[in-house]
Nanobody, 118 residues
């Protein structure tokens, strides 16, 4: 399994940006597809986006397409989620996960809180 630690969350005003990081450890990180998910209070966890192990393919939920970008640096065992034009509806705990591009994901980080104020 891959061990994952997210960072970069915080409080930002609507229209602002944040860049989340997910640091991985373990021999298989560079061969793992990576996903980002989020869970808002009282809601189910939802898919945000995913990137293939090589970084050659990325997919996004419709709600974030055009605003969020996923990238990765396998040399640093890190995957990133650049979030632009944030709105209060993006407020959630954001999780990264390792697994297969279209699921399932079998390793999860502890999450990082993102709060967008109006």
């Amino acid at each position: 399994q891959v061990q994952l630690v997210e960072s970069g969350g915080g409080l930002v005003q609507a229209g602002g940006s944040l860049n989340l990081s997910c640091a991985g450890s373990g021999r298989t990180f560079s061969r793992s597809d990576m996903g980002w998910f989020r869970q808002a209070p009282g809601k189910e966890r939802e898919f945000v986006g995913a990137i293939s192990w090589s970084g050659g393919s990325a997919y996004y939920a419709e709600s974030v397409k055009g605003r969020f970008t996923i990238s990765r640096d396998n040399a640093k065992n890190t995957v990133f989620l650049q979030m632009n034009s944030l709105s209060p509806e993006d407020t959630a705990v954001y999780y990264c996960a390792a697994g297969r591009l279209l699921g399932p994901y079998d390793s999860w980080g502890q999450g990082t809180q993102v709060t967008v104020s109006s």
